[in-house]
């Protein structure tokens, strides 16, 4: 179990961040977060991946990766966390990669020494998951530079790393807000499958996706966690005025023949 308990991050000039976070993911559980922007969502991955940052510290708290604190193993120790442990899929896929490297090189020293994967082999699972995800030539995407490539093509290539790697944890900061439809449900489907062996915290404005993923959905506003439920509760008993909002955007409205968002 992924566990969260009490978790507080304080700014360089001591402003709150987070504010008493606990939640908890299970292998099997894919978990939702959503929330205003600025809420301190990706503040909340950051510091479970030892990456916040900026005169960002945590002051309260604790981590606990099935009953082992986080906060106890030294840098090396949770650095070899990331990646076989907690895997993260960054929402800017454009800043996960070094822009001089290709990225077939990029995969497979990534795969050889985390997990030992030969070349060949490595790139050989990057070509069958770019596929799975919808790329129809996966060659040319490994042997292009980042730069090469669209946002949702980077945003794709982010999500193989993190399946072939097949980390306990897997932490997704807004993985589909760069894909369109069709690819969207391919990386859905790819991540449910996942489930069956990860953990998932799942941050996302999608209500669909939250719907097909998660069992349960936690909101932030302003640090804190302040609702919880399924999607669906969220959507027809919401406690909350941004909750309120959020619910009301995403209701569906029928008009003359056509059903509408608002």
Not at 47 to 63: F, H, K, M
Not at 93 to 106: C, E, G, L, V, Y
Request: hydrophobic fraction near 40%.
């Amino acid at each position: 179990m992924l566990d969260v308990e009490g978790l507080s991050v304080t700014a360089k000039n001591g402003q709150e961040l987070l504010h008493q976070i606990t939640l908890q993911i299970e292998v099997g559980q894919a978990v939702g977060l959503t929330g205003q922007s600025g809420a301190g969502k990706t503040t909340l991955l950051k510091a479970l991946l030892g990456i916040l940052g900026n005169g960002c510290r945590v002051c309260e708290g604790d981590v606990f990766i099935d009953e082992q604190s986080l906060w106890k193993l030294n840098a090396r120790k949770r650095r070899e966390l990331c990646g076989t442990t907690l895997g993260f899929i960054p929402q800017n896929p454009m800043t996960a990669f070094d822009a001089r490297i290709k990225i077939k090189n990029q995969i497979s020293e990534t795969l050889r020494l985390k997990i030992g994967l030969p070349r060949e082999q490595a790139i050989d699972q990057a070509k069958n998951l770019l596929s799975d995800l919808g790329l129809s030539q996966p060659e040319r995407v490994l042997d292009s530079y980042p730069a090469q490539l669209s946002g949702g093509m980077l945003q794709r290539v982010t999500a193989v790393l993190i399946l072939a790697l097949k980390p306990k944890y897997i932490l997704a900061d807004e993985p589909t807000s760069a894909l369109d439809a069709e690819n969207r449900e391919l990386l859905l489907h790819l991540l449910q499958q996942q489930k069956e062996e990860t953990g998932i915290l799942f941050i996302s404005h999608d209500v669909e996706a939250l719907c097909t993923l998660c069992s349960k959905v936690h909101v932030m506003e302003h640090g804190q966690l302040t609702e919880e439920g399924s999607m669906q509760e969220l959507l027809f008993h919401p406690q909350r005025e941004w909750t309120k909002q959020y619910a009301a955007a995403n209701k569906k409205v029928s008009k003359d023949g056509w059903l509408w968002k608002d």
